[in-house]
């Protein structure tokens, strides 16, 4: 039976994760580079918890121990996959990069992110998708940035431009997300290009796993530099995690692990693919639960 570690992203977070981690070597050696205490974050309310660039290295970390208390349990994934921030912890998990650099990468990064202003995210929940469609392409500021499941989607742009559309659409539910600019826009360009210069810095080992990206979701891929392009790109580019879990399927995959906080990938994954075995790992005591 083939198996894929999914590793989740920004919004999984929630106040308490990771309570059972925080003796691991890596909690205190990320904390050292952060200059803050990632246990104290993880425990602190959603006005901390809840920025971005104190998230985004929270919910590494958390997925990287538990990678790694998985494969010292003798687990092993046969494809890696994450949602927007998790694909760092899926290639750490893959060996693309070491642990601290890594988390110097999502640093960066988060903390470039929760410096964009200028656009609003808003998630879509029971719509017409072939009107959605026709509307995005109708309006050059906004796009569909996260193509969840085939009824959850969020959309990404302008504020008057997200807002027109959801007016057009009238969706059974919207929700404004509570970010500080449109990720996975072409409004992240700026932010995108410095973040390109730091990233261009880091060399990639090729993977001992196969990645699938939210990029070019239908192809696995273990080269170094391939996946380094595809976070290249990722920051403007939208997390097409519907089609990669469409074609986990096609792959063979029968079982998804998330890895790390929350149940919000196994939440879509089931939406999207029903038949799918669905396990979450959060904690240690899961880990362990898991057997081998």
Same mark, same amino acid.
């Given at each position: 039976?083939?198996?894929?570690?999914?590793?989740?992203?920004?919004?999984?977070?929630?106040?308490?994760?990771?309570?059972?981690?925080?003796n691991?070597?890596?909690?205190?050696?990320?904390?050292e580079?952060?200059?803050?205490?990632?246990?104290?974050?993880?425990?602190?309310?959603?006005?901390?918890?809840?920025?971005?660039?104190?998230t985004?290295?929270?919910?590494?970390?958390?997925?990287?121990?538990?990678?790694?208390?998985?494969?010292?349990?003798?687990?092993?994934?046969?494809?890696?996959?994450?949602?927007?921030?998790?694909?760092?912890?899926?290639?750490?998990?893959?060996?693309?990069?070491?642990?601290?650099?890594?988390?110097?990468?999502?640093?960066k990064?988060?903390?470039?992110?929760?410096?964009?202003?200028?656009?609003?995210?808003?998630?879509?929940?029971?719509?017409?998708r072939?009107?959605l469609?026709?509307?995005?392409?109708?309006?050059?500021?906004?796009?569909?940035?996260n193509?969840?499941?085939?009824?959850?989607?969020?959309?990404s742009?302008?504020a008057?431009?997200?807002?027109?559309?959801?007016?057009?659409?009238?969706?059974?539910?919207?929700v404004?997300?509570?970010?500080?600019g449109?990720?996975?826009?072409?409004?992240?360009? /700026?932010?995108?290009a /410095?973040?390109?210069?730091?990233?261009?810095?880091?060399?990639?080992?090729?993977?001992?796993?196969?990645?699938?990206?939210?990029?070019?979701?239908?192809?696995?891929?273990?080269?170094?530099?391939?996946?380094?392009?595809?976070?290249?790109?990722?920051?403007?580019?939208?997390?097409?995690?519907? /089609?990669?879990?469409?074609?986990?399927?096609?792959?063979?995959?029968?079982?998804?692990? /998330?890895?790390?906080?929350?149940?919000?990938?196994?939440?879509?994954v089931?939406?999207?693919v029903?038949?799918?075995?669905?396990?979450?790992?959060?904690?240690?005591?899961?880990?362990?639960?898991?057997?081998?």
């Amino acid at each position: 039976m083939k198996t894929v570690w999914v590793f989740p992203g920004q919004g999984s977070q929630g106040q308490g994760m990771g309570a059972d981690l925080v003796n691991s070597e890596k909690f205190a050696a990320a904390s050292e580079v952060l200059g803050w205490s990632v246990a104290e974050v993880c425990q602190s309310g959603n006005e901390i918890l809840g920025r971005t660039d104190f998230t985004q290295p929270c919910l590494y970390v958390i997925s990287a121990v538990l990678s790694d208390l998985l494969k010292e349990q003798g687990h092993k994934p046969d494809f890696v996959a994450g949602h927007s921030l998790g694909e760092y912890s899926a290639l750490y998990c893959a060996g693309a990069f070491d642990f601290l650099t890594g988390l110097k990468l999502v640093q960066k990064r988060s903390v470039l992110m929760s410096g964009a202003t200028g656009g609003k995210m808003a998630a879509l929940m029971g719509f017409d998708r072939e009107k959605l469609e026709f509307l995005i392409d109708q309006c050059q500021d906004v796009v569909i940035a996260n193509d969840n499941s085939g009824d959850q989607v969020v959309i990404s742009g302008t504020a008057e431009g997200v807002s027109a559309v959801i007016a057009q659409l009238k969706p059974k539910r919207s929700v404004y997300l509570a970010v500080s600019g449109a990720f996975h826009s072409p409004l992240m360009a /700026e932010a995108a290009a /410095e973040f390109k210069h730091f990233l261009d810095k880091v060399e990639f080992a090729d993977l001992s796993i196969p990645f699938l990206s939210n990029v070019h979701p239908t192809s696995p891929t273990q080269s170094g530099k391939v996946c380094h392009n595809y976070l290249s790109a990722q920051m403007t580019a939208p997390v097409r995690w519907r /089609e990669l879990c469409l074609h986990l399927a096609e792959l063979g995959c029968a079982r998804v692990i /998330e890895v790390g906080a929350g149940k919000v990938l196994t939440g879509l994954v089931k939406r999207i693919v029903p038949a799918m075995g669905l396990v979450n790992v959060a904690d240690r005591g899961q880990v362990l639960a898991l057997g081998n």
